[in-house]
DNA sequence: ACCATAATAGATCATTTGATCAATAAAGAA
DNA sequence: TTCTTTATTGATCAAATGATCTATTATGGT
């Protein structure tokens, strides 16, 4: 309870948001937080591991290599799927709060995002690229980054933005794949 | 020089830094900081003016306008210029900071890109469109955003990025306008 | 019912931090 | 030089804040 109740707070005011007003949004002592954790910033750790755990689907590799499927279709519904897991009010914060401050698992997380997600998909691109146009990793940066884009607008700058990000979703991996000569099936 | 060293000490540690530890990197007691500015919402103000101020240019309006060059040579050139502009650890910082914070300085600046050179460059592209794909005002942000991505990147998540955009910028220009037929001159 | 353990509260400490104020040093005009 | 104004400092206040410690209350097993 003190972690779901310090992510929501710590999303919004940040992450130097003080534990008295905390455990007042909880309707506890501050003291009791400090029970719980030695000092806050096992707290912030704690709200680390919470939202970014079990936001990574471990299906998303095998969802990029299945063959069986069209890259279109695997991409798209990598994004979807991506998208859904991290477009949330808490998530897109505290990964930009905790990426302004430099934090380990947040490079880590980008790491894993660009070796198993986007590198793959990458390769997925070139062997479905019919002509000699292949995607660098940079391509397929600037591919990720439009659709995040999104987020970053609805959560962190909290500017108008249409509620369902599907259909630019779908334009956007449209466009990219059609650039590499990949036609957009449907 | 007060609010040259709290820009870049703001940009570096965030908004919440504290005035002791930027007097002693200027140099100066502590205490003068509050002679010169009355209190240290003052001076944030001060610094998301000097840092927002004089980076926006006058002249990109009437670039995206200019029909006399192409369409494709304005969106470069636009998105050099403006990449240009914005790509520094500094600016970027302060703006992802005052996002978060929800400063109204930073839903003006949007406001501004959306409505004085986004959604001009979006009837530019509409018109130098020759088919009946036409984009729309997300499809612009998503290009926008894929660019911007890239300083997103190096400078709040700094993880290694190619030091040159000019590049990838030039990619991404002309995946997005040939998705609308417009071929990609040179 | 009894007891050991965990949960919670309240008071408090030590530091940090924005802000103030009086005093001193520097600068520049007359 | 002299005087006024500006620049700068050092000490200090008051509030905020992370953290601690003791006491009290609840819980669950026997």
Redesign the pocket.
Known sequence: MIIAGATAYFSEVGL??????LSKRL??????I??YF????DLIEAVYRAVYLDRISPDWPALIGDRSRSIHDRTLTFYREYTHAIFSYEWMRIFMFSGLAGAELNRRYLEFVSGLLLRPLMEEVCLAAPGPEKPEMEDIWNLHGGIVYIGIRRYIYQVPCPEDSGPEIRAAVGRFLSAFDIPCQD
């Open positions: 130097e948001g003080n534990t008295r007003e309707g506890v002592t501050q003291s009791l400090f029970n030695n000092t806050k910033t």
